[in-house]
């Protein structure tokens, strides 16, 4: 697998700003002007992406399911679903508004028709959940069609996430990310394990982020300080609205101190090289102590410890040197609380 990928001209990967991705959801509330605004505000609060969730009903649940008795009946969450579908033409016209507003659109499809409905629209790469992961006839359709995919692989085993990389690669698709998540709404900080993420990275050699449900960006940002290069997280214009996915919902003036705590972050991490900064190269003179005339030292004198002193600011010999000097000959006169040069002793 490829260490980066690109997404609409965008390189992801190892050196490379954090891909953001604010995850919409279902948080539009079947509403396309809501749908609309969260877009905006996505864009106003630094994602790079927005993501929807392509599924029908039909695609995705089954209407039955076995009561705690063993006996099946209608799943109460089927009309939620069914409410919270986004419509077949919603596709095209939140695609293109993404486009007009500068923030690439994403979505997860759930199955074979909504995949190709997004490869028809022309998505620059597809999301998958942690739930599509074993489904490996949906897998095989994606990466057929040649775009990256961002895979979550949350509830997964490494083994699992293995096959579901095998399937990919199958295709000849080389552009895939991994997001270590949680399966969980909102989990607890201990159900983290972030670092298996850079396990994912050691494994398989492409790039990995993060998925996150928990509240705040404690761990967002934990996550690209450990080499996430795509974080994903819900966003809402309001927490307290009704509906699955705001309770746990960055609303948006959160949602942009995270991407400004993760920029920031990304300027604090550095390139790893262990070097003064150009802003402190001034503190190397400043903080730092040198060679000082204690006395005033007269030329043919030999230096002895009590005749110089090892004080800030380092504009004379280092510390180093000072067992160098002891015993030498002054090769002219040093008056009192002057740095002492190298041409000021005999060698």
Excluded at 79 to 107: K, M, N, Y
Excluded at 192 to 219: K, Q, W, Y
């Amino acid at each position: 697998m490829r260490s980066t990928i690109k997404i609409s001209g965008r390189s992801v990967g190892t050196g490379y700003p954090t891909y953001v991705i604010a995850e919409i959801g279902s948080n539009h509330d079947s509403d396309l002007e809501k749908a609309k605004e969260i877009i905006r505000a996505a864009k106003y609060a630094g994602a790079d992406a927005v993501k929807f969730q392509s599924f029908t009903a039909e695609g995705l649940l089954n209407p039955l399911r076995p009561d705690t008795d063993g006996k099946w009946s209608a799943h109460p969450a089927y009309p939620i679903i069914e409410r919270l579908t986004v419509p077949e033409q919603w596709h095209e016209l939140l695609f293109q508004f993404c486009a007009s507003v500068g923030i690439t659109f994403l979505s997860a499809p759930f199955d074979e028709g909504r995949a190709e409905l997004l490869h028809e629209i022309g998505v620059p790469a597809f999301k998958l959940a942690s739930g599509e992961l074993t489904n490996e006839p949906l897998l095989k359709q994606v990466a057929s069609y040649g775009k990256p995919i961002i895979l979550s692989t949350g509830a997964a085993y490494l083994e699992e996430v293995r096959r579901a990389v095998e399937v990919i690669l199958e295709q000849k698709n080389f552009e895939a990310a991994l997001l270590h998540c949680a399966s969980l709404y909102p989990p607890k900080y201990e159900d983290m394990n972030i670092t298996a993420m850079t396990t994912l990275a050691r494994e398989f050699g492409c790039p990995v982020g993060f998925s996150d449900h928990t509240p705040g960006n404690t761990v967002a940002t934990a996550a690209v300080a450990l080499g996430a290069s795509i974080i994903e997280k819900h966003i809402t214009l309001d927490r307290k609205l009704k509906g699955p996915d705001h309770p746990y919902a960055m609303e948006v003036e959160e949602f942009k101190f995270m991407v400004s705590e993760i920029r920031n972050l990304e300027k604090a991490l550095g390139d790893g090289v262990k070097r003064p900064s150009e802003s402190e190269m001034a503190e190397r003179v400043g903080a730092r102590r040198s060679i000082y005339a204690r006395t005033d030292i007269h030329r043919g004198d030999v230096i002895t410890t009590d005749m110089v002193k090892l004080v800030r600011h380092a504009y004379g010999l280092e510390p180093r040197d000072l067992g160098g000097i002891i015993g030498k000959t002054a090769l002219r006169d040093l008056v009192k609380d002057m740095p002492v040069q190298r041409e000021d002793i005999c060698a």
